[in-house]
């Protein structure tokens, strides 16, 4: 089974058939991604790209976001948030012009994504949506100016102290089971239905080695809950 398919199989599928249940479930913002927002210029334009139930859309009113998700359902329950645009669309084939956006967040969708190449496929994506940094005029580092930033969430193999106990010598691509408890086809009891997703755990130091790979900059990276999170720019080019 090629890549494509594999992820389809493991991660696309299952988060259509799981939304409303996984929706019900994701509701309250994780920190450094309010940080991140709320801290944005008023009438920053950005992206959320693997947006799910689009949690974060209502963060920052004073912002606008187009999000978006592989998964249709995910989108159709994102775009109750008024204000800003949600599509279908996969990561490795964004819709959006290049070097426009002041900023991207990737909250815990990289992971899913089964090779190395098309992890640094996908961040590469997103860096190219960005704003990319210019110099003023004389070329000298002390007058660079930022362009857009994208915050990238990660899930981490360093979770020894949280209930699923992954750590240093265990498998890096596992398969994480959504149990769905649902009424039985009489409607007369409840039933439990596993869903296997793929993720591929991070360890220490790889998300800052992919977006370098693919061509970003880390500003500010660190460990949240269970989660390796980085703040990236593009790399500035010779031609820039």
Not at 32 to 57: H, M, P, Q, W
Request: glycine content about 8%.
């Amino acid at each position: 089974m090629d890549s494509n398919a594999y992820e389809n199989r493991h991660v696309h599928q299952v988060y259509d058939q799981i939304a409303s249940h996984f929706s019900s479930t994701r509701y309250k913002p994780w920190p450094i991604v309010e940080r991140f927002l709320t801290a944005l210029s008023d009438g920053s334009v950005g992206l959320d790209i693997g947006c799910g139930n689009g949690k974060y859309l209502a963060v920052n009113p004073r912002i606008s976001i187009i999000a978006s998700d592989r998964s249709e359902n995910l989108v159709n329950i994102a775009a109750k948030h008024q204000c800003h645009s949600t599509i279908v669309a996969d990561n490795l084939n964004l819709p959006h012009p290049n070097s426009f956006f002041d900023f991207a967040i990737s909250i815990a969708v990289i992971h899913h994504l089964s090779t190395p190449a098309r992890r640094i496929e996908a961040l590469s994506a997103i860096l190219d949506t960005l704003r990319p940094p210019a110099r003023a005029q004389g070329g000298e580092a002390a007058s660079l100016a930022h362009g857009g930033r994208a915050l990238v969430f990660v899930w981490a193999l360093e979770q020894k102290s949280s209930r699923r106990g992954w750590g240093e010598g265990d498998e890096q691509d596992v398969m994480v089971p959504w149990i769905m408890k649902q009424k039985n086809s009489e409607g007369t009891a409840e039933e439990s239905k596993t869903f296997n997703r793929y993720y591929h755990l991070y360890r220490r130091g790889e998300l800052e080695r992919d977006i370098d790979e693919a061509g970003g900059i880390v500003v500010e990276s660190g460990y949240e809950k269970d989660n390796w999170w980085a703040i990236a720019e593009r790399r500035l080019s010779n031609g820039t």
